[in-house]
Nanobody, 117 residues
Framework: QVQLVESGGGLVQAGGSLGLSCAAS????????MGWYRQAPGKQRELVAT???????NYADSVKGRFTISRDNAKNTVALQMSSLKPEDTSVYYC???????????WGQGTQVTVSS
């Protein structure tokens, strides 16, 4: 099993910046790609950004150029730096880790990000 614990998040004004961090523990040797997803009230969970163990990244079109995902394999952490935040970025953000061999996802408990206009 893998445990993911998020930190960061909170309330920020539109145009501001915020950082999220996620620490993985447990069977970390089983982790492949990691990433961030978000879910707003009444909406489906959606991909924000992912990063492989080799550092290849993928971003949702809505956050390209504004968000940056990074990973520290030695510390088993993944971070999301968010800038130029918009009210529509308001969501619960979830850390994700994918099993490197099997189609299985681990999830953090989620952290709220609220962007006020």
């Amino acid at each position: 099993q893998v445990q993911l614990v998020e930190s960061g998040g909170g309330l920020v004004q539109a145009g501001g910046s915020l950082g999220l961090s996620c620490a993985a523990s447990g069977s970390i040797f089983s982790i492949g790609a990691m990433g961030w997803y978000r879910q707003a009230p009444g909406k489906q969970r959606e991909l924000v950004a992912t990063i492989t163990s080799g550092g290849s990244t993928n971003y949702a079109d809505s956050v390209k150029g504004r968000f940056t995902i990074s990973r520290d394999n030695a510390k088993n952490t993944v971070a999301l730096q968010m800038s130029s935040l918009k009210p529509e970025d308001t969501s619960v953000y979830y850390c994700n880790a994918r099993h490197k061999r099997y189609p299985y996802d681990y999830w953090g408990q989620g952290t709220q990000v609220t962007v006020s206009s």
